[in-house]
């Protein structure tokens, strides 16, 4: 079979669904490889470069749709691109279904199977084929870097002979793959970051990469992310007016704000209302990842960039994947070649569209004639994380009858240990010669100190402290260089191996310890 990439013909974009690299892996799984003429160009992959990888090039789109039987592209196809479709093909793009119904069901009805790469299932095992995080990713970094590009100060603090620079303060609203994507571009440039979700989970996440987590005086139970496919959802009336109230007393703070909320198959949420953009500092920036879907900031303007009144800059860009072309298209052909390995489980070159696999099925909207959207649940589900219960205080009093018990079972355990021991050693004595005993009573003893010293100490200095002392039991040694001057060869040897492996356990002791000191000090 062939699987062929035409050239996207949305005006400005500039990303394709194949690139040289993807068609030799392509081409690895038994599949023949076309492109357009040009399709490549602006993502900066030319025509010869697809041709030394053994693609073929193809100068007319309307040739390409006749002659391959797998189409991928990036952008839904046009209502033109889908007659274009027959009972035979496959099509794997971006296709938003439940916004372009009609040309779902055109497509079902031409009989030709369509996989959403937009409606891949958001499970452990899909995560190579998350086309959505890849791009969502990518417009996460660049959101920083437009922000930074009509920003008029460093990110990074500065002490200069010409004046003392302060960091910028960012904000990033939403801890998606995006907002987590702009809050490792912003730290690593130096800024001083803040973010916010109604996700409780991905507070670690945040603190992690350096930002502060910005937190409500609310009490509320939200939703684990994982439960609802790694999306937020949709907060309470009350969480919301505390949220707007904690956003409103950042907004004189901070000179950038970076927009990422979004909920599936809803308009974007108003979180930066008109009062707060009027509130920050002149020179300030919002960039709003959200403006293909009405926006964070219902000040936005999709596709264009503003300045208000008292002189914020609004970034309303919806391009931002295509404007790193070349990423953005090596991530998604990367995506789409691993759709296809799963459709072709044994490499040669046939696809195999099985709808008993989750990945598959859950991006599949048209198959057999007939319209699979919505697909059903996955079989595996991801899992949340069960909320931590907060662990009772308890009283002075509570805490004093605790410890009296503990050291009560404690000293209980002793002494019948101790017991135990007495009556061994008395057992043993009834039999035993006097000067067995002497030897025996210093060995329990040296076992019983032993035990103590290991057991009561904290296990972080269990390697170095263990080291130490088995150098220092090793005073063995001595016992066997007085038995070498015996008569007996067997004594002899039996000492002359107790000094060998009693020197190796005091030399590499000390040698051991002295290495792991060695990491805790500066030089």
């Known amino acids: 079979m062939k699987i062929g990439t035409p050239k996207e013909i949305l005006e400005g974009e500039a990303r394709v669904a194949m690139t040289p690299d993807s068609a030799k892996m392509l081409q690895k799984l038994g599949y023949d490889c076309a492109i357009e003429s040009g399709a490549g160009a602006a993502a900066g992959f030319s025509d010869e470069a697809y041709a030394e990888a053994g693609v073929e090039v193809i100068a007319k789109a309307a040739d390409l749709w006749k002659t391959v039987d797998v189409v991928a592209k990036v952008r839904p196809p046009t209502e033109d691109e889908v007659k274009l479709l027959t009972a035979d093909k496959l099509l794997i793009s971006f296709f938003y279904p439940a916004a372009n119904e009609a040309l779902m069901k055109q497509a079902a009805d031409l009989g030709a199977s369509v996989i959403a790469m937009d409606m891949v299932p958001r499970i452990s095992r899909a995560q190579k084929m998350d086309a959505l995080s890849s791009m969502a990713n990518i417009a996460g970094y660049r959101a920083v870097i437009e922000a930074g590009n009509n920003f008029g100060r460093f990110f990074t603090g500065q002490v200069t002979a010409a004046g003392k620079v302060p960091p910028a303060k960012v904000l990033v609203v939403g801890a998606g793959v ?39 005086d609310f009490e509320e139970e939200q939703q684990d992310g994982a439960a609802t496919g790694g999306y937020a959802s949709v907060s309470s009336p009350e969480f919301r007016e505390a949220q707007l109230k904690k956003f409103r007393e950042l907004a004189p703070e901070v000179d950038i704000v970076i927009t990422t909320a979004l909920i599936p198959n ?9 009062d707060m953009v009027k509130a920050m500092k002149p020179g300030s920036v919002i960039v709003d990842l ?89 079989k595996v589900q991801a899992i949340a994380a069960k909320p931590q219960e907060k662990a009772k205080e308890l009283t002075p009093e509570e805490k004093r009858a605790q410890e009296v018990a503990a050291f009560k079972a404690q000293t209980k355990q002793q002494v019948t240990l101790l017991g135990v021991m007495a009556a061994l050693i008395l057992g043993v004595g009834l039999v035993a010669p006097a000067s067995f005993m002497q030897h025996f009573i210093v060995f329990v003893l040296s076992v019983f100190v032993g035990f103590q010293v290991i057991w009561n100490v904290s296990h972080s200095l269990h390697t170095p402290l263990m080291a130490v002392t088995n150098a220092i039991s090793s005073i063995i040694i001595l016992g066997a260089l007085m038995q070498i001057g015996s008569s007996s060869f067997l004594v002899i040897l039996l000492a002359g191996l107790s000094v060998f492996m009693a020197g190796i356990n005091i030399f590499g002791g000390f040698l051991v310890t002295r290495r792991m000191l060695a990491m805790f000090q500066k030089s």
């Open 266 to 274: 809803r308009e974007a949420p108003e979180l930066w209302t008109e």
């Open 178 to 216: 995006a907002g987590l994507a702009a809050i490792g571009t912003s730290t690593s440039l130096g800024a001083i970051t803040l973010a916010f979700d109604v996700r409780p989970e991905v507070a670690e996440q945040v603190e992690s990469m350096g930002a502060e987590f910005v937190y409500l």
């Open 290 to 378: 959200a403006a293909e879907k009405g926006g964070n900031c219902k000040m936005t303007v999709m596709d264009e960039k503003i300045v208000t009144e008292n002189g914020v800059t609004i970034v309303g860009y919806t391009d931002f994947p295509s404007r790193m072309a070349t990423q953005s298209s090596t991530l998604y052909a990367t995506n789409i070649r691993h759709m296809m390995t799963d459709l072709t489980p044994e490499k040669d070159g046939q696809v195999n569209h099985n709808m008993e696999d989750d990945v598959i099925r859950g991006a599949t909207i048209t198959h057999e004639n007939a319209v699979t959207f919505p697909p059903p649940p996955p």
